[in-house]
């Protein structure tokens, strides 16, 4: 029988956290990732990590958590952290393995995303979500050089790699440090955008309307703009779709 996630912490059952806690099982929803101990998640999955600075930041938030874990089983591990991470069962552990792409030394941004992409299409909703995230800060340090790199991620066939080029590189975000050059300057965005402004998949779909939703608080009549044009040049329904959601906020 399939299980059906928690849509608070409250509803999860005890026998369902202690499995999200060893490591055993894979969350359904976000409350159930919130709510899974760090400390004892570590002890389980990372026996080499000393798990007591993840039980003293149990009332951080949650991204500070996963950067805490990282950093914590690539010091114990070093490289070799990513590899027993992203092969891990429990989601929030492979979730884990992204961020500690992101805190790994010496390495440029373009060997970080050829690490990323097994992460960036992972069957689990949160780690494709953790993937961009894990590596946001060195994106947001070199966007040009990210727009340059993930341009042939647009044409990918997987509609999780088409959808990284487009989220990991949003001038805003969520749960993120903002990327300060798109942000005064979207235009160069356009690398990733324009081959998905009809994209046929609505996880795409939806993430390219985020970028410009972001876009158009800085510079809403260039995204106008940039909409009409797209409505004039792809009058489909995709492209419709990430117009209308674009400027639900103008």
């Given at each position: 029988?399939?299980?059906?996630?928690?849509?608070?912490?409250?509803?999860?059952?005890?026998?369902?956290?202690?499995?999200?806690?060893?490591?055993?099982?894979?969350?359904?929803?976000?409350?159930?990732?919130?709510?899974?101990?760090?400390?004892?998640?570590?002890?389980?999955?990372c026996?080499?990590?000393?798990?007591?600075?993840?039980?003293?930041?149990?009332?951080?938030?949650?991204?500070?958590?996963?950067?805490?874990?990282?950093?914590l089983?690539?010091?114990?591990?070093?490289?070799?952290?990513?590899?027993?991470?992203?092969?891990?069962?429990?989601?929030?552990v492979?979730?884990?393995?992204?961020?500690?792409?992101?805190?790994?030394?010496?390495?440029?941004?373009?060997?970080?995303?050829?690490?990323?992409?097994?992460?960036?299409?992972?069957?689990?909703f949160?780690?494709?979500?953790?993937?961009?995230?894990?590596?946001r800060?060195?994106?947001?340090?070199?966007?040009?050089?990210?727009?340059?790199?993930?341009?042939?991620?647009?044409?990918?066939?997987?509609?999780?790699?088409?959808?990284?080029?487009?989220?990991?590189?949003?001038?805003?975000?969520?749960?993120?440090?903002?990327?300060?050059?798109?942000?005064?300057?979207?235009?160069?965005?356009?690398?990733?955008?324009?081959?998905?402004?009809?994209?046929?998949?609505?996880?795409?779909?939806?993430?390219v309307?985020?970028?410009?939703?972001?876009?158009?608080?800085?510079?809403?009549?260039?995204?106008?703009?940039?909409?009409?044009?797209w409505?004039?040049?792809?009058?489909?329904?995709?492209?419709?779709?990430?117009?209308?959601?674009?400027?639900?906020?103008?």
């Amino acid at each position: 029988m399939t299980r059906k996630g928690a849509r608070s912490r409250a509803e999860i059952e005890p026998e369902v956290l202690a499995a999200l806690n060893a490591g055993t099982a894979e969350t359904l929803t976000l409350p159930e990732g919130l709510a899974i101990d760090f400390a004892a998640l570590m002890a389980a999955a990372c026996p080499e990590v000393d798990p007591a600075p993840l039980a003293a930041a149990k009332e951080d938030g949650i991204t500070r958590r996963m950067a805490l874990a990282a950093r914590l089983a690539v010091e114990a591990l070093g490289g070799g952290a990513v590899v027993v991470l992203a092969e891990h069962a429990s989601d929030t552990v492979r979730g884990w393995a992204a961020y500690a792409i992101g805190a790994l030394p010496h390495l440029t941004l373009e060997e970080r995303l050829a690490m990323i992409r097994p992460l960036a299409e992972d069957r689990h909703f949160g780690v494709r979500e953790w993937a961009w995230l894990g590596i946001r800060p060195h994106v947001a340090a070199a966007p040009e050089a990210a727009l340059a790199l993930l341009a042939p991620w647009t044409v990918e066939a997987s509609p999780y790699l088409r959808r990284f080029a487009s989220e990991a590189t949003r001038p805003r975000g969520v749960w993120c440090v903002h990327v300060a050059a798109l942000r005064a300057d979207p235009t160069p965005g356009l690398r990733v955008l324009e081959p998905l402004k009809a994209d046929p998949e609505r996880y795409v779909q939806d993430s390219v309307a985020n970028w410009l939703n972001d876009a158009a608080k800085d510079h809403a009549p260039w995204v106008r703009q940039l909409c009409a044009r797209w409505a004039a040049e792809a009058p489909d329904k995709a492209t419709a779709y990430i117009v209308k959601r674009a400027l639900r906020s103008l």
